[in-house]
């Protein structure tokens, strides 16, 4: 079984940064593709960015040239680096995976933005 645990979240000032984390446990690691995604409140959860088993990548549009998603094979570990944050990216955010058919979730990491 696959379970994945967020980490990083927190307070920081618009404009500041953050880099979260998404530990996984579980098998085929360095194939499985990840994903981020966020879940501001009254709204729907919604796609940040995504990092398949090659490396490859994707951002959502209002993210792209802020938020940089990586990956750690050896630590079975994705991360998100986001720059320049905005008060409505206040969220938790969660990373994602696909586990056979089945979505696998992350409990979440808050992260507010506030000045």
């Known amino acids: 079984q696959v379970q994945l645990v967020e980490s990083g979240g927190g307070l920081v000032q618009p404009g500041g940064s953050l880099r979260l984390s998404c530990a996984a446990s579980?098998?085929?690691?360095?194939?499985?593709?990840i994903d981020w995604y966020r879940q501001a409140p009254g709204k729907e959860r919604e796609w940040v960015a995504v990092?398949?088993?090659?490396?490859?990548?994707n951002y959502a549009d209002s993210v792209k040239g802020r938020f940089t998603i990586s990956r750690d094979n050896a630590k079975k570990t994705v991360y998100l680096q986001m720059n320049s944050l905005k008060p409505e990216e206040t969220a938790v955010y969660y990373c994602h995976t696909l586990d056979r058919s089945v979505d696998v979730w992350g409990q979440g990491t808050q992260v507010t933005v506030s000045s």
């Open positions: 579980g098998v085929f690691f360095s194939i499985r593709t």
């Open positions: 990092i398949d088993g090659v490396g490859s990548t």
